[in-house]
């Protein structure tokens, strides 16, 4: 296993934990990035050493660097990562409150964009990033422009038979 490979897995390793514990604020993400460095730098150094001492050639050896390694940046993330509650998520674990398909559908939802705009909300100058859309509201606002719009018709019409 190389050092790319192990990189690759810190970075799934903190969008899992991410996506699974949704309620971090903007601490969340500067955690995300030191943790990030901090791992590469030691990934880095153990791909070094490993090179150095021909460690690559020992299949066992690497699985067992990559088992320990995977189970070191799991640890420090789910032990400090932050969240908006002030309780780390081993702690929420040990007390039996595990990720529910609602807290990954809106881990899911910070890292997806919604293209489905109302025309009319995109002039304005606000962030529409993942927004949420009434569509019975907006059925109904249509039907209601679309009635207007052929009531003025028919009286148009009614005008010009008479």
């Known amino acids: 296993m190389n050092g790319w490979q192990r990189f690759a897995v810190l970075i799934i390793c903190c969008f899992a934990v ?3 514990y949704p309620d971090f604020g903007a601490s ?10 901090m791992w590469t730098g030691v990934i880095l150094i153990l791909s070094v050493v490993s ?10 050896l690497n699985k067992l660097i990559f088992f320990v390694l995977t189970c070191a940046i799991m640890y420090s993330l ?3 990562f932050p969240q908006e509650d002030k309780v780390t998520p081993v702690n929420k674990i040990k007390y039996g409150e595990f990720p529910t398909k609602a807290d990954i559908d809106r881990g899911l939802k910070r890292f997806t964009f ?3 705009f109302v025309r ?7 962030n529409f990033t993942n927004q949420d859309i009434n569509e019975k509201a907006i059925k ?4 209601k422009k679309v009635s207007q719009k052929t009531d003025e018709l028919v009286e148009k019409l009614d005008i010009q038979v008479d």
Request: charged share 30%; glycine share 8%; net charge positive.
């Open 18 to 20: 991410m996506i699974l």
């Open 28 to 37: 969340g993400w500067t955690f995300i990035g030191m943790i990030i460095a």
């Open 51 to 60: 090179n150095l001492f021909g460690l690559y050639k020992w299949e066992s």
């Open 78 to 80: 789910l032990w400090y």
């Open 114 to 116: 919604n293209f489905d």
């Open 120 to 126: 009319r909300n995109a002039k304005r100058k606000e």
């Open 140 to 143: 109904k606002e249509i039907k």
